[in-house]
């Protein structure tokens, strides 16, 4: 047979299989030796680790937010005051979503694994973080209809390469069953970062940057929405996103965080 002709279709199979597995284990070959060469370290403290980025002793330090807290905010309180007893932030300001749910404290560690996946391409830590997030929002995934990230204005998106909302709630998707709708909100108008805003300042920041596509709205209509972040803080990012859901006739919003502020008291 000419060095040039094709080979023949009984050949060709076998070969193109042969070369797919061998492209496959010389692909697990060079993790594997990239992996010896340089060991994942614990995105806290830099140790080695063998998991997803955290170790144990910077794991036992994340705060997980356990009952008791406020059915309304999901802010923890240092005793138990009873049933369906509010925090005094839930009286006084109540916001335009029903409940909130956190995963962890915004502590130490939590910011480190936060500003990791926000800012350093650390998405192999998303999964982790969204199986702690699905835990913490298990009452409120048992009743919703969607899972929407917070979005980021495009220009913001097209400098960061991917949201990091929106990663998380691809993997609370996975846990809970509850399909992502990324497209049914929008950011409209670019704003300031929030950090160093006073609440004020921060709320005014987010009013109007939040809009429900126009093509969208019937998808909204009558559902309970869970809204899904990386940090709740004041919560006027979440709260506005809230009420441009709410005006397009959602019957609830709830919201699920990795990791919210808590106030010393």
Not at 218 to 229: F, K
Not at 232 to 250: N, V
Request: proline share 6%.
């Amino acid at each position: 047979m000419d060095a040039d002709a094709t080979p023949p279709r009984s050949i060709a199979a076998p070969l193109r299989a042969a070369w797919t597995a061998g492209r496959h284990v010389l692909s697990r070959a060079a993790r594997l030796v990239l992996d010896i060469a340089l060991p994942t370290l614990c995105v806290s403290c830099r140790e080695p680790v063998d998991g997803e980025g955290v170790c144990a002793a910077c794991w036992a330090r994340l705060s997980f937010i356990e009952r008791p807290y406020c059915p309304r905010l999901g802010i923890p309180f240092v005793y138990d005051p009873g049933p369906d007893m509010l925090s005094m932030e839930a009286i006084a300001s109540p916001p335009a979503y029903q409940r909130a749910r956190a995963a962890v404290r915004y502590d130490d560690v939590a910011r480190t694994l936060v500003h990791a996946l926000k800012y350093q391409d650390r998405t192999d830590l998303a999964p982790a973080m969204g199986r702690w997030m699905a835990r913490a929002g298990g009452e409120l995934l048992a009743g919703a209809d969607m899972l929407v990230p917070v979005p980021l204005h495009w220009r913001r998106a097209w400098r960061r390469r991917y949201n990091q909302s929106g990663a998380l709630a691809h993997i609370i998707a996975r846990q809970s069953g509850v399909k992502v709708r990324g497209e049914v909100l929008r950011r409209v108008r670019a704003t300031e970062q929030q950090i160093g805003l006073s609440r004020a300042q921060r709320a005014t920041n987010v009013q109007g940057a939040f809009q429900v596509s126009p093509d969208r709205q019937a998808e909204v209509q009558g559902r309970r929405i869970i809204l899904v972040d990386d940090v709740l803080t004041s919560g006027a990012t979440l709260d506005a996103c809230a009420r441009a859901l709410l005006r397009a006739k959602a019957a609830q919003v709830d919201v699920l965080v990795f990791a919210r502020v808590v106030e010393s008291r």
